[in-house]
């Protein structure tokens, strides 16, 4: 067993539901974490800066609400991701912000600072950072983190290219902490499995796209319900980070997905204007093809929780 973090230990149900950039908002978060997962979402989706105090007072007080009328089922806890990367000129207001507000879990991603870890810690948060390989790991819980994210092949938006077989049994190797898998999940059986591999949660992103909650266009959801993994497209062009995107967005931009162009790190533009030249390019994950349908978050979990009981008899039968 590994050892989890006092806020991790209240998670009745192995999922973490991914921070989707744009995407999540507190409504979709306050729903994840209402049915049993941790809901997510990136700091910078609150635009102006102002609003992530808002979000935050109302996401504390809903779910604050939530534990006081149901005792007996308690919402899940939440996360907040940060993205560390220079580019992102925001970080120090939005964290002062998650201290102010006692955020459960922070998510930190492209980069392990310090200083951000400390200050999760200066109040009891928990900070779990995402990475690719075993090294960019090792590198995380030196600078203190306190848990993993291991964002192996196939998983939506920047993913790694290591299966997550390898990924996940290099860093049970050294690390018996808190880790979380993403890359392809939208099943029960998948959630399962990744708890097999030695996985603690299964890192779910994808999926939560396609609900009525998320901030998510229409033909966003609807492109993910008629999509499989051969509509998936992975290129760097967009962010300066390697990612996957559905084929038909990519189309829909005038470009062409089996031939686009290779971009560089240092076009990394988060928290920028820049960043909207490509807002009509659609990040998504391989699992794509177990979504059929545009549901409640609730729903969506339901699912995961029925087809996880149903996976855990086949084995056992």
Not at 11 to 22: D, Q
Not at 56 to 73: D, K, S
Not at 148 to 166: D, M, N, Q, R
Not at 195 to 222: C, H, L, N, P, W
Request: hydrophobic content about 45%; proline content about 5%.
């Amino acid at each position: 067993m590994s050892r989890l973090p006092a806020v991790l230990k209240q998670i009745s149900f192995p999922v973490i539901a991914s921070p989707l950039f744009i995407i999540s908002n507190p409504q979709l978060l306050i729903a994840q974490c209402k049915a049993g997962v941790v809901g997510s979402m990136p700091a910078l989706n609150a635009r102006p800066a102002e609003q992530l105090e808002e979000w935050l007072i109302e996401i504390t007080q809903a779910l604050a609400a939530h534990n006081r009328e149901h005792p007996e089922q308690p919402a899940a806890p939440f996360a907040i991701n940060q993205i560390v990367h220079k580019s992102n000129d925001r970080l120090e207001h939005d964290m002062a912000l998650c201290v102010k507000y006692k955020v459960p879990i922070i998510i930190t991603s492209l980069g392990a600072r310090e200083d951000v870890n400390a200050a999760a810690h200066s109040y009891g948060g928990v900070v779990m950072h995402d990475i690719i390989n075993n090294k960019f790991a090792k590198k995380a819980i030196e600078k203190g983190a306190d848990g993993l994210i291991a964002v192996a092949a196939g998983a939506g938006g920047h993913a790694g290219v290591k299966s997550p077989f390898a990924l996940i049994q290099e860093i049970r190797e050294w690390f018996d902490g808190p880790v979380a898998l993403s890359g392809a999940i939208t099943t029960g059986g998948a959630v399962l499995a990744a708890q097999a591999m030695g996985a603690d949660f299964a890192y779910v992103g994808s999926a939560f796209i396609a609900t009525q909650e998320a901030r998510a266009s229409d033909a966003y959801k609807q492109c993910i319900v008629d999509s499989n993994s051969d509509d998936i497209v992975y290129s760097n062009l967009f962010t300066g980070v390697h990612g996957n995107y559905l084929a038909p967005s990519i189309r829909n931009a005038g470009l062409d997905p089996e031939h686009l162009p290779e971009s560089d790190a240092s076009k990394m533009n988060f928290g920028s204007d820049k960043s909207k030249a490509w807002k009509d390019i659609w990040g998504c994950g391989q699992g794509i093809g177990a979504v059929k349908s545009v549901v409640p978050a609730a729903e969506l979990v339901a699912r995961l929780k029925r087809e996880y009981q149903e996976a855990k008899s086949r084995i056992t039968a």
